[in-house]
């Protein structure tokens, strides 16, 4: 059974960080992109940054860049994502999820984790 389990999330000061983690179990770690989305309510649930654990490639999504920085541990089975310069605008359900390729769009991952809120007050 694949599952996804993300923690870390809470909240933190403008210009805080968190650090989210994924670990993620019941397929091939490697086999698999993991993508970070965020969605707030009445919106749209957006990509934020994904990587390929097997060759390291990764996407980050223009509101991540420069801030945001997504990692894995392959012993672990687990992606992260540091957030550091939080804004008040990244406040949000911070979900992670598995598909085959490095990509932002919902569309290409099937398995998703329950989220984990982040709070960034101002």
């Known amino acids: 059974e694949v599952q996804l389990v993300e923690s870390g999330g809470g909240l933190a000061q403008a210009g805080g960080s968190l650090r989210l983690s994924c670990a993620a179990s019941?397929?091939?770690?490697?086999?698999?992109?993991i993508g970070w989305f965020r969605q707030d309510p009445g919106k749209e649930r957006e990509g934020v940054a994904c990587?390929?654990?097997?060759?390291?490639?990764?996407y980050y999504a223009d509101s991540a860049k420069g801030r945001f920085t997504i990692s894995s541990d392959r012993t672990k089975s687990t992606v992260y994502l540091q957030m550091n310069n939080l804004k008040p605008e990244d406040t949000a359900v911070y979900f992670c999820?598995?598909?085959?390729?490095?990509?932002?769009?919902?569309?290409?991952?099937?398995?998703w984790g329950q989220g984990t809120q982040v709070t960034v007050a101002s």
């Open positions: 019941g397929f091939t770690f490697d086999d698999y992109a």
């Open positions: 999820a598995a598909g085959p390729r490095v990509s932002y769009s919902t569309g290409n991952y099937a398995s």
């Open positions: 990587i390929r654990s097997s060759d390291g490639n990764t």
